[in-house]
């Protein structure tokens, strides 16, 4: 028999800690999980579930193309989540505006955002994908669920966490009192315990970034990039390896592993377009955010701490910076100095 801590033990336990918890997040996040674990078979599946592969042939809000397991990841997670009797309304990458807890289902006091899949372009090749969520409270005095109840900064998450659907399953997740990971066991359904208190070394030698658009970005980020491509021999005085999965879920895992700097900067051709960044503050920079912070690192747009932004949309996108403190210090650092 496992020795490991369950996730439901562990979460009873810091429940216990808190004599005015009430159970309710704790009864959320087993809803959460049985979502991520229906998804992890469902991706795990591959070209074995033939119907659940390619495009959907249709658009998100924000012009991406969905894939077929986009469509069926979001359905997986509405389905297992919204009868709980926890939420008053959910918000996702892939439907236009927030959902409502149906008049069918008891409602609760909270908002959970999510991003069912997050680097769906991986799904093709085998490559790890996850499942991103960040969880506010309702305001006081809300009944009736709108987008701009959704519209809070990082700073009020409750909880966020992730799945990353890899070699193995892992959930990492955080309640503001540090960051865990559990590694599911597939024999049991149980998630186990497998990295208690996670934190991010301070330094790091190691970048993610995709370098591809280096012309289009502004020039503080050039500048970063190309001191460290001149590694040992350069301002920063040491050799740089570099890393880009293109699933946030991965990339971010990896940092907090073994440390690191993810970023996903401002370019001209969103300036263009008038759009902020790629990636979306609500359920992509906020949750992650938090968790990196709660690890001892730090997430910034370059300009300034990504859960202090006040959101103004649903899908706002945001430039990311986060990772091992002393290196995006540097960056931001950067930003300041242009
Ligand atoms: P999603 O699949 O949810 O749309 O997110 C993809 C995001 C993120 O996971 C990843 O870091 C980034 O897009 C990759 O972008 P590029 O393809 O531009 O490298
Ligand atoms: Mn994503
Ligand atoms: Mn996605």
């Known amino acids: 028999m496992s020795q490991r801590t369950s996730f439901y033990k562990f979460i009873s336990e810091e429940q216990r800690e808190h004599p005015f918890a009430s159970g309710k997040l704790t009864g959320l996040l087993l809803e959460v999980l049985s979502a991520c674990k229906k998804i992890a078979h469902l991706t795990g599946n591959g ?14 809000v924000q012009g991406e193309t969905q894939k077929k397991l986009d469509i069926l990841s979001n359905d997986l997670f509405i389905e297992s989540t919204e009868w709980c009797g926890y939420l008053a309304g959910m918000a996702s990458e892939e439907m236009d505006h927030c959902r409502q807890i149906p008049a069918v289902f008891p409602r609760g006091r909270y908002l959970i955002t999510f991003d069912p899949l997050d680097g769906s372009s991986n799904i093709d090749i085998n490559v790890s994908v996850g499942t991103i969520f960040s969880i506010l409270e309702l305001p006081e005095g809300v ?4 987008d701009e109840h959704f519209l809070q900064s990082g700073a009020k998450q409750v909880c966020a966490g992730y799945c990353l659907y890899g070699t193995s399953t892992m959930l990492v997740l955080t309640t503001g009192r540090g960051v ?5 066991d597939p024999s049991t359904g149980d998630f186990l315990l497998t990295m208690p208190d996670i934190k991010i070394p301070v330094d790091t030698n190691e970048y993610s970034i995709n370098q591809s658009y280096s012309r289009h970005w502004q020039p503080p980020m050039k500048r970063y990039i190309d001191e460290c491509l001149q590694g040992a021999d350069g301002p920063l005085g040491k050799d740089y390896n570099m890393r880009w999965v293109a699933s946030m ?12 700097i993810f970023m996903y900067p401002m370019d001209q051709r969103m300036e263009a377009k008038g759009v902020g960044g790629k ?21 910034s747009t370059g300009y300034e701490r990504i859960m202090d932004i006040e959101p103004t ?9 986060l990772g091992s403190s002393n290196e995006v210090e540097r960056v931001v650092g950067y930003h300041r100095q242009a």
């Open 143 to 146: 009944e009736d669920v709108k």
């Open 47 to 60: 070209e074995l579930a033939n119907e659940a592969m390619g495009s959907a042939g249709s658009e998100n």
């Open 180 to 184: 865990n990971g559990f590694t599911l």
């Open 279 to 299: 990636l979306r503050l609500l359920y992509e920079a906020n949750p992650m955010s938090f968790i990196v912070e709660q690890a001892g690192g730090m997430a």
């Open 249 to 260: 879920v991965a990339d971010v895992h990896r940092l907090l592993c073994r440390g690191g």
């Open 313 to 321: 949309a649903l899908h706002q996108r945001v430039p990311v910076v």
